[in-house]
């Protein structure tokens, strides 16, 4: 972790520093927000959409689209566009970009799903939830009201945005020629992903790539001594789910070859993401998600689309490529980032701590702890935080 400390001292430096009188003079960047939902959660869309209007949309205006595997109804349409003067799609999620790709058989995906839901691996039982982690992986992007825009910025139901946002930060991703932007790094939990970085080491060497310097974001630092012990550990990789063997695309893993690299668990948290469109589009990434999917671990295991990205970020791209919007006030249900002058940082102990579990206290600090202390500290960096 004082990896990320480093590369935003060294790499990155926050946009803007306090308020702006928001210049809407500027063309708009080619983007939009992208948010996945279902009808039942309109009210946490409303809340979310709320919040990015007053904080932020209020003077730019970027158009939403708004994706579902099923169909909106009329009511969820007429109340969102009710709440933002800006342009509002809607879509439905292509049926072969949602579920089981014909390659694996469902049988056997099922009971691997149903494992997971009894050995309680967070939403590990839901067939769904490991559809739309799949879907924000290596789908997205291609989505057909997606393509004519080059960013997009992720919003989920039941968000919170703190601070006023009074610059475009399409505009300075472009303008520092940056690709991918994230506002909180966490831990993933270990059992959602017991294989994955086999799979994302194995990718990054039979590519033969080399760091650019992200990577060792995301790997704990070595110990030459207890990691030759490790090599010899045979926790063996998911079983690939072939019903085709002809289409068997998933690389051998082997476990000797991961050069002793272990995991960290980290991960920029993707329900917020600020990136560009033609990256995920690249053949270099989706390269990578193929990879990744071959192995069935979206299924077997429940591979998150955070690590994904993330990995594939590592394996790609430079820490000069990433920025960290360490000046936007965040919450997405427990977890939050806040910039030194929002309240919470005034007050440690808000009522929205005290009302976490010890698990989720331990979450929060570990957000806490990538953050730029002494930047933050010196500048409050957020607007009008409240
Ligand atoms: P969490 O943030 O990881 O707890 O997961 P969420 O339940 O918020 O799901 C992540 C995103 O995917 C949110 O935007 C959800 O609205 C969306 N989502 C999750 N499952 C489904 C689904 O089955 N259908 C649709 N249309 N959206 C889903
Ligand atoms: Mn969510």
Redesign the pocket.
Known sequence: PPAIRKISEKHDKVFVTGCLEPDTSQPRANAAFV????NK?LEGVLQSIKSVERHFNRWYHYPYVF????DFDDKFKETVRNHTSAKVEFGK?APNTWGFPDWIDPKVAKEGIAKQGDAAVM?GGLE??H??CRF?SGFFYNHELLLKYDWYWRV???ITYFCDITYDPFLKMIEHNKTYGFTIAVKELRETVPNIFRYASAYKRLNNITSKGLWEMFIEPQDPVKDKEKKKDPNLPVEVLQNDPNKNTAPEIDPEAMEGEKYNMCHFWS?FEIARLDWFRSKEYNDFFEMMDRSGGFWMERWGDAPIHSLAAGALLAPRDIHYFRDFGYR??TIQHCPANAPARQLPRTPFLEKTTVDEKKRVEEDQYWENWDEVKENGVGCRCR
């Open positions: 948010v996945l939902a279902r959660e994706l579902n595997d099923g999620v939403y769904s939830y559809a739309m924000y989920e139901p039941e329900n997405h249900t």
